[in-house]
């Protein structure tokens, strides 16, 4: 079965860090670009973070810049986000996107609340 899984969300408070985790399943993720996207209640979903096949590039939207880290692991087939500084602004569902090859895959989303 083909399938993205993300793990990590929960609970933090405002300065806090999380680290997410999105894997695969049924594929290798070296072969495509990962893409990090949020939704907030009552917004639109938003593009947080991207790498690309080759690790050279990586993209951070401008509200993660310079707290938000991605990084791929291959020998792990699982793509990371790590989240420092934390705002409640970050407040959201976070799904992972594997893109590439004619395909698309989009993992099931997890909550990421910052609150104190």
């Known amino acids: 079965q083909l399938q993205l899984v993300e793990s990590g969300g929960g609970l933090v408070q405002p300065g806090g860090s999380l680290r997410l985790s999105c894997a695969a399943t049924g594929f290798t993720l070296d072969y495509y670009a990962i893409n990090w996207f949020r939704q907030a209640p009552g917004k639109e979903r938003e593009g947080v973070s991207c790498i690309s096949r080759s690790d050279r590039t990586k993209y951070y939207a401008d509200s993660v810049k310079g707290r938000f880290t991605i990084s791929r692991d291959n020998a792990k087939n699982t793509v990371y986000l790590q989240m420092n500084s934390l705002k409640p602004e970050d407040t959201a569902v976070y799904y992972c996107?594997?893109?590439?090859?004619?395909?698309?895959?989009w993992g099931q989303g997890t909550q990421v609340t910052v609150s104190s």
């Open positions: 996107n594997a893109l590439g090859s004619g395909h698309d895959y």
